[in-house]
């Protein structure tokens, strides 16, 4: 029996990296799975293959976080297969590595769109039926760089951080009508948008880790799975750190 | 971040139980009869006594409050097929004739709640009470807990409506102080409640003193109304006003038959500057119904003092005295006129109770009279579904039987949305718990956002969803702004959000119901101290209850004055006699 059986959840930026190791972590524990993407066409088609060989449920929408009526289509579609959108994995987020002398608005602005205003316009699309339900669980995927003083991108901090406060509003918001939002901030992974790290700041971020090594996009999905699960039930407003103690 | 509505002003609690409703039951100790509170506490019913004798107790007599409730609304249902009377519960009424209190069956017969009573002396009666057993059965289901007040202005020794008032027995805080200012009136209304064919005014000094008594007891008021008589013919009207402006004060309302408004503009434009507002007693629109009801045809007088109010937009609450036969046709063009005028706040629909000096002979039957659900019949009918019976919701606040509200969204095109059409009133009883207005509340704050959940969220079944939730920001926007906003701001913001229309069915001594008074809330403070129950004060402090000779109760006391009241009988013969049935002598 699977943490979140009987569940239906929504993985944003689903097809690739830490959204794709989510996804399969959710539908090993039971969950029917949809997720969206923007680009990335044979990566979701391969996904949706993987999930359903699992076992589950599973449908991919391509369509951007930004793009509030093709959200709403999105959620009325897998309202209509599923029944309910019980799960939210707020996952879609991009990653640059510029200094504040060189970035440009359009770079602030695609940053602060993409991993917040993202955020924030899938949240408003699935509460419609959560609230109904009386019931739902919203994950939000920020960084070690939204909440402790790091060496990292301005505008990527910035946007992480407001992560963390969005799931705190939102959790007092929200929480009366049965609805956790929680946030989980992983440090540096082997893959994504640390996957890049220059090695002098992996060494200098190894030094400060006290298990010495950087994280999985498995131990991510680990964790993900279980904080939007029935088990995790009292925790609301929190941002789960999983960093190795840095 | 700090609230924009939060101010210093002590706040009041609220109740630790539910008021429901009266039974009658027995002393513990020396088994007299008494009539109990009953009450919610913590999911349980209990029982609440004052014995005369043996003084308060209390029994646990229901362990599931929900199933309790549920089970006395079933009482409610009438059998199929039951033609006869069908008993749903019984209170303590008066006698008609001597006004006596007098035990009272609740019965509904023909789809409608009558009391039956029969009195020692007088003999049997009968007297509707509401013309929708549906409603009436159903009103129950909407109690709240009341509030209490910061301090009481009367103990608890002979029970209610001796001790008036308000004792720690009394359910509800004062949500409406009424000071009546003088008890000279310029029209001779055939429908009045009150007594005033004098000439004495309240003096400065004793005005300041009920004022900072009402600051005393409450904290704050979210209004003061300034009544009579006429308020307008007091000589230092605009003085007291001045007086009633404090910061714990949010509006002061002046409730006049308009003559002087409609004739007096440097006094209308002085009203204005002071900020107060206005209640305009406005029963009609034709000769005849201002006759019947107010004695002499108002119709220029009226429209005048219509026209001033809308001039010096200053804002305005209709108050229709409701009477079958005499203007319930006219109930949708007044409605009409509400929802056509920006400065129109509010209405104020009162079913006609005949009790008072001109009331009191008023004719009228008994047994067929206009109640709540009357009123709000005729409101569907006449103005062609615009509104609907099932926008109006029982106001908590008071006893359920005694109010019926809707708050009219205004939506951005202008026109206005009922309330019930998108909020479930027993889900956000919390909007109810004001009165004629929306004030800018952190609770109204709360609820607001519960309600603009809930209509996100039904999105697609409530008609005209965008439109509301709309509006529902632009008041959220307009109400709470960021910025520090003054109790008196908040009010004003809060008010040109949402008309409201109010039904108050004051009582008389054919529907009079002890456990309506128990939470009655708007009252009559006095220059002792003593805060009056509306009703009871109308009853049996009066003195006119059947017209002008009604004779005082034992307990009864006159307005403005500080010495106690004289007690005819031997103490404890009044005390017997007020909580069984007392004959109202001199």
Known sequence: ?246 | MECSSCNTAPSRKDRTHTFLLHEPSSCPSCNASLEARVVVRDDQIFYLKHCLACGPSEELVASDAKAYIDAFLARGEVPAGMTGDHLFKHTTSTCPGCLALTPARVIIRAGRVLFLKDCESCGPSEALVSEDAKYYVGAYAFARAGTEPLKFAAEVKHGCPTDCGTCSDHEQHTCLPIVEITDHCNLECPICIVNNQYANHISDEAFAKIVEGMIQNEGQCESLALSGGEPTSHPRLLELIDLASREEIGRVVIITNGLRLGRDRAFAEQLKAKGAYVGLQFDGFTADTHEKIRGRDLCQEKAAALAMLKELEIPTQLIFVAARGVNEHQIGQVVELLLSEDHILSLNFQPAAFTGFGGGNFPHDPLDRLTIPGVIKAIEEQTQGKLRASDFSPLPCSHPQCVSLTYLLRLNDGSHLPFGRFVDFRKHGTLLRSSATLGASPEIHDAMNDVIHDVFAREDEIPRAPEILAALRRSLDVMFPNRRVTPKEAIRLGEQQAKSIFLHHYMDRHDFDLERLRKCCHHYPQVDGRVMPACGFNMFHRGAAKGPSTPLAPWGKAPWTAEPPKVTLPLAQADHAARARLPIVG
């Open chain 1, 1 to 246: 029996m699977g943490l979140l059986d009987g569940r239906t959840a929504l993985v944003t930026g689903g097809s690739r990296g830490l959204g794709r190791a989510i996804c399969l972590a959710l539908a090993r524990e039971g969950a029917k799975v949809a997720f969206n993407y923007a680009r990335s066409d044979p990566e979701a088609g391969a996904l949706v293959e993987t999930l359903r060989q699992m076992g589950a449920e599973a449908w991919c929408f391509k369509v951007s976080v930004l793009d509030k009526p093709g959200l709403q289509g999105m959620v009325r579609d897998i309202e209509a297969r599923a029944g309910t959108i019980d799960i939210l994995v707020n996952n879609a987020g991009v990653g640059q590595v510029v200094p504040l002398a060189l970035m440009e608005e359009e770079d602030w602005d695609r940053m602060m769109n993409i991993n917040v205003k993202g955020a924030f316009l899938c949240s408003q699309a699935v509460l419609r039926g959560m609230i109904q339900q009386k019931r739902g669980r919203i994950l939000n995927i920020s960084s070690l760089a939204g909440v402790k003083m790091m060496q990292a991108p301005v505008h990527y901090s910035a946007a992480k951080a407001a992560l963390k406060g969005f799931t705190e509003a939102l959790a007092k918001e929200i929480g009366r009508y049965g609805i956790t939002v929680n946030c989980l901030a992983p440090g540096v992974l082997d893959d994504g948008v640390s996957g890049n790290l220059p090695p002098a700041k992996k060494d200098d971020y190894l030094r400060h880790c006290a298990l010495g090594r950087v994280g999985s996009f498995e131990e991510v999905a680990e964790m993900a799975a279980f904080l939007v699960s029935d088990r995790n039930s009292y925790m609301n407003g929190a941002t789960v750190v999983l960093d190795g103690a840095v």
